[in-house]
Protein backbone atom coordinates (compact mmCIF):
# COMPACT_ATOMS: atom_id res chain seq x y z
CA UNK A 1 0.00 0.00 0.00
CA UNK A 2 1.33 3.38 -0.93
CA UNK A 3 1.51 6.17 1.64
CA UNK A 4 -0.56 8.43 -0.68
CA UNK A 5 -3.57 5.93 -0.58
CA UNK A 6 -3.99 6.40 3.27
CA UNK A 7 -2.49 9.83 4.03
CA UNK A 8 -5.95 11.61 3.97
CA UNK A 9 -7.40 9.55 6.34
CA UNK A 10 -5.69 10.68 8.92
CA UNK A 11 -7.09 9.84 12.85
CA UNK A 12 -4.77 11.35 14.85
CA UNK A 13 -1.22 12.68 15.79
CA UNK A 14 1.15 11.09 17.92
CA UNK A 15 4.76 12.08 16.76
CA UNK A 16 7.83 10.17 18.59
CA UNK A 17 10.05 11.55 20.65
CA UNK A 18 13.08 9.47 20.14
CA UNK A 19 14.14 7.03 17.53
CA UNK A 20 16.54 4.12 19.25
CA UNK A 21 17.91 0.92 18.50
CA UNK A 22 16.12 -2.58 20.64
CA UNK A 23 18.31 -4.56 22.12
CA UNK A 24 16.56 -6.86 24.60
CA UNK A 25 13.64 -7.75 26.81
CA UNK A 26 14.19 -8.65 30.16
CA UNK A 27 10.57 -9.19 30.52
CA UNK A 28 7.19 -8.18 29.09
CA UNK A 29 7.13 -4.93 30.34
CA UNK A 30 10.31 -3.84 30.38
CA UNK A 31 12.84 -3.44 27.13
CA UNK A 32 16.58 -1.98 26.85
CA UNK A 33 17.12 0.27 24.05
CA UNK A 34 20.01 1.45 22.84
CA UNK A 35 19.94 5.42 22.16
CA UNK A 36 22.19 8.36 21.30
CA UNK A 37 25.49 6.35 22.87
CA UNK A 38 23.48 5.20 26.20
CA UNK A 39 21.37 2.33 27.11
CA UNK A 40 17.84 3.09 28.85
CA UNK A 41 15.39 1.43 30.24
CA UNK A 42 11.93 1.74 28.57
CA UNK A 43 8.52 0.73 29.06
CA UNK A 44 6.79 -1.93 26.66
CA UNK A 45 2.67 -1.60 27.53
CA UNK A 46 1.64 -4.00 24.73
CA UNK A 47 2.09 -7.68 26.60
CA UNK A 48 2.21 -10.11 23.90
CA UNK A 49 5.65 -11.49 22.27
CA UNK A 50 5.52 -9.37 18.91
CA UNK A 51 8.50 -11.94 17.77
CA UNK A 52 9.17 -10.58 14.83
CA UNK A 53 9.20 -6.74 15.75
CA UNK A 54 10.97 -6.51 19.28
CA UNK A 55 14.39 -8.47 18.52
CA UNK A 56 18.07 -7.10 19.12
CA UNK A 57 18.79 -4.52 16.28
CA UNK A 58 15.01 -3.41 15.45
CA UNK A 59 14.74 0.02 15.50
CA UNK A 60 11.80 1.19 17.67
CA UNK A 61 10.74 4.94 18.69
CA UNK A 62 10.02 6.00 21.87
CA UNK A 63 7.62 8.47 23.72
CA UNK A 64 8.83 10.21 26.91
CA UNK A 65 6.85 9.17 29.93
CA UNK A 66 4.03 12.16 31.16
CA UNK A 67 3.99 10.99 35.02
CA UNK A 68 7.27 11.77 36.22
CA UNK A 69 6.46 9.33 39.00
CA UNK A 70 7.15 6.36 36.66
CA UNK A 71 10.50 4.32 36.80
CA UNK A 72 10.92 4.59 32.86
CA UNK A 73 11.50 7.68 30.94
CA UNK A 74 10.01 6.65 27.83
CA UNK A 75 7.64 4.45 26.22
CA UNK A 76 7.98 2.26 23.18
CA UNK A 77 5.38 2.92 20.87
CA UNK A 78 6.38 1.37 17.32
CA UNK A 79 9.08 -1.02 15.53
CA UNK A 80 10.54 -0.75 12.32
CA UNK A 81 9.75 -3.61 10.04
CA UNK A 82 9.76 -3.75 6.22
CA UNK A 83 10.18 -0.57 6.03
CA UNK A 84 7.13 0.65 8.23
CA UNK A 85 6.36 1.64 11.43
CA UNK A 86 4.24 -0.35 13.13
CA UNK A 87 2.41 0.54 16.33
CA UNK A 88 3.07 -1.64 19.03
CA UNK A 89 1.63 1.01 22.45
CA UNK A 90 -1.82 -0.94 23.57
CA UNK A 91 -1.87 2.36 25.98
CA UNK A 92 -3.18 4.67 23.13
CA UNK A 93 -5.88 2.29 21.73
CA UNK A 94 -9.07 4.23 23.97
CA UNK A 95 -7.50 7.60 22.53
CA UNK A 96 -7.01 5.93 18.74
CA UNK A 97 -10.78 3.96 18.84
CA UNK A 98 -12.17 7.33 20.60
CA UNK A 99 -10.75 9.48 18.04
CA UNK A 100 -12.01 6.60 14.98
CA UNK A 101 -15.47 7.43 16.47
CA UNK A 102 -15.50 11.12 16.41
CA UNK A 103 -13.95 10.97 12.85
CA UNK A 104 -15.13 7.96 10.82
CA UNK A 105 -17.70 5.81 13.30
CA UNK A 106 -21.13 6.46 10.91
CA UNK A 107 -18.12 4.68 8.03
CA UNK A 108 -17.25 2.13 10.40
CA UNK A 109 -20.68 1.49 12.60
CA UNK A 110 -23.58 2.45 10.35
CA UNK A 111 -25.74 4.50 11.60
CA UNK A 112 -23.94 5.31 14.69
CA UNK A 113 -25.66 8.41 16.54
CA UNK A 114 -23.45 8.47 20.08
CA UNK A 115 -20.74 6.60 22.25
CA UNK A 116 -19.76 6.00 25.42
CA UNK A 117 -16.36 4.95 27.29
CA UNK A 118 -15.92 2.34 29.61
CA UNK A 119 -19.66 1.21 30.51
CA UNK A 120 -20.26 -1.16 33.12
CA UNK A 121 -22.33 -3.79 32.13
CA UNK A 122 -23.47 -7.45 33.75
CA UNK A 123 -20.62 -8.14 36.04
CA UNK A 124 -17.87 -6.62 33.95
CA UNK A 125 -16.40 -3.01 31.99
CA UNK A 126 -16.64 -3.17 27.93
CA UNK A 127 -14.57 -0.70 25.69
CA UNK A 128 -17.93 1.08 24.55
CA UNK A 129 -21.26 1.61 24.66
CA UNK A 130 -22.56 2.63 20.93
CA UNK A 131 -26.32 4.24 20.68
CA UNK A 132 -27.54 4.01 17.03
CA UNK A 133 -30.05 6.20 15.78
CA UNK A 134 -32.27 2.97 15.37
CA UNK A 135 -32.60 3.35 19.17
CA UNK A 136 -30.51 -0.17 19.06
CA UNK A 137 -27.50 -0.44 21.33
CA UNK A 138 -23.65 -2.72 20.99
CA UNK A 139 -21.18 -3.36 23.25
CA UNK A 140 -17.99 -2.87 22.03
CA UNK A 141 -14.70 -4.67 23.15
CA UNK A 142 -11.46 -3.48 21.41
CA UNK A 143 -8.40 -5.43 20.88
CA UNK A 144 -4.71 -4.87 19.00
CA UNK A 145 -3.58 -7.12 16.53
CA UNK A 146 0.16 -6.64 15.95
CA UNK A 147 1.63 -9.91 14.63
CA UNK A 148 1.39 -10.98 10.68
CA UNK A 149 2.26 -14.17 8.92
CA UNK A 150 2.88 -12.70 5.20
CA UNK A 151 -0.44 -10.90 4.19
CA UNK A 152 -2.10 -12.41 6.81
CA UNK A 153 -2.89 -10.55 10.60
CA UNK A 154 -2.68 -13.00 13.62
CA UNK A 155 -3.74 -12.46 17.31
CA UNK A 156 -3.02 -13.40 19.75
CA UNK A 157 0.77 -13.86 19.50
CA UNK A 158 0.55 -15.19 23.12
CA UNK A 159 -2.09 -17.30 25.25
CA UNK A 160 -4.37 -14.49 26.41
CA UNK A 161 -6.34 -16.20 29.60
CA UNK A 162 -7.61 -11.59 29.50
CA UNK A 163 -8.60 -11.82 25.94
CA UNK A 164 -10.54 -15.54 26.35
CA UNK A 165 -12.22 -13.70 29.19
CA UNK A 166 -13.58 -11.22 27.10
CA UNK A 167 -14.71 -13.42 24.28
CA UNK A 168 -16.24 -15.08 27.12
CA UNK A 169 -17.86 -12.27 28.17
CA UNK A 170 -19.43 -11.40 24.37
CA UNK A 171 -20.76 -14.53 24.05
CA UNK A 172 -22.35 -14.09 27.15
CA UNK A 173 -24.21 -10.88 25.84
CA UNK A 174 -24.98 -12.74 22.72
CA UNK A 175 -26.64 -15.27 24.26
CA UNK A 176 -28.82 -12.95 26.35
CA UNK A 177 -29.57 -11.79 23.02
CA UNK A 178 -27.44 -8.35 23.53
CA UNK A 179 -25.42 -7.04 20.72
CA UNK A 180 -21.89 -7.52 20.94
CA UNK A 181 -19.05 -6.55 19.04
CA UNK A 182 -15.31 -7.57 18.79
CA UNK A 183 -13.42 -4.76 17.30
CA UNK A 184 -10.14 -5.09 16.18
CA UNK A 185 -7.24 -3.05 15.57
CA UNK A 186 -4.91 -4.34 13.01
CA UNK A 187 -1.48 -2.48 12.67
CA UNK A 188 0.21 -4.43 10.14
CA UNK A 189 0.06 -2.46 6.44
CA UNK A 190 0.54 -5.46 4.81
CA UNK A 191 -2.21 -7.66 6.10
CA UNK A 192 -4.99 -7.86 3.38
CA UNK A 193 -7.15 -10.18 6.03
CA UNK A 194 -7.20 -11.76 9.42
CA UNK A 195 -7.49 -15.09 11.56
CA UNK A 196 -7.08 -16.25 15.24
CA UNK A 197 -3.93 -17.85 15.60
CA UNK A 198 -5.46 -21.43 16.57
CA UNK A 199 -1.77 -22.43 16.53
CA UNK A 200 -0.94 -20.12 19.79
CA UNK A 201 -4.19 -20.28 21.46
CA UNK A 202 -6.85 -22.77 20.51
CA UNK A 203 -8.96 -21.86 23.19
CA UNK A 204 -9.26 -18.09 22.31
CA UNK A 205 -9.77 -19.51 18.59
CA UNK A 206 -12.18 -21.80 19.77
CA UNK A 207 -14.33 -19.04 21.53
CA UNK A 208 -13.92 -16.51 18.54
CA UNK A 209 -15.87 -19.06 16.09
CA UNK A 210 -18.46 -19.88 18.65
CA UNK A 211 -18.90 -16.34 19.20
CA UNK A 212 -19.23 -15.89 15.24
CA UNK A 213 -21.81 -18.53 15.36
CA UNK A 214 -23.59 -17.14 18.01
CA UNK A 215 -23.98 -13.97 16.14
CA UNK A 216 -21.17 -11.34 17.77
CA UNK A 217 -20.56 -8.50 15.56
CA UNK A 218 -16.88 -8.23 14.10
CA UNK A 219 -15.07 -5.19 13.11
CA UNK A 220 -11.47 -5.45 11.29
CA UNK A 221 -9.57 -1.48 11.06
CA UNK A 222 -6.18 -1.55 9.80
CA UNK A 223 -3.97 1.39 11.51
CA UNK A 224 -1.27 2.62 10.08
CA UNK A 225 1.49 4.80 11.89
CA UNK A 226 4.53 7.19 10.07
CA UNK A 227 6.27 7.71 13.23
CA UNK A 228 3.80 11.14 13.43
CA UNK A 229 1.12 10.33 12.82
CA UNK A 230 -2.03 7.65 12.71
CA UNK A 231 -4.44 6.50 10.22
CA UNK A 232 -7.12 4.98 9.18
CA UNK A 233 -6.23 2.26 6.26
CA UNK A 234 -9.55 0.59 5.51
CA UNK A 235 -11.54 -2.24 6.81
CA UNK A 236 -10.19 -5.72 6.28
CA UNK A 237 -12.01 -9.55 6.22
CA UNK A 238 -11.92 -12.65 7.91
CA UNK A 239 -9.58 -14.94 5.64
CA UNK A 240 -11.19 -18.03 4.11
CA UNK A 241 -10.79 -21.27 5.37
Not at 106 to 117: C, H, N
Not at 128 to 154: D, N, P, R
Not at 190 to 198: I, Y
Request: charged share 25%; glycine share 8%.
Amino acid sequence: MKDSSWKALKIMKLPADEEGIFLERPNRFLGKVALKGKTVMVHVHDPGRLPDLLFPGTPVLLKHAQSPKRKTAFSLIAARKDNHWIFVNSGYHRRLTGALLKKLGQEIFPGLKEFQAEPKFDGGRLDYLLKFKSQEEMLVEVKGCTWAKGEIALFPDAPTTRGQKHLRHLLELKQKGLNACLWLLVFRPEATCFRPAEEIDPLFAGLFSEALKEGLTLKISRILYDGKNLFFGGELPLCSA
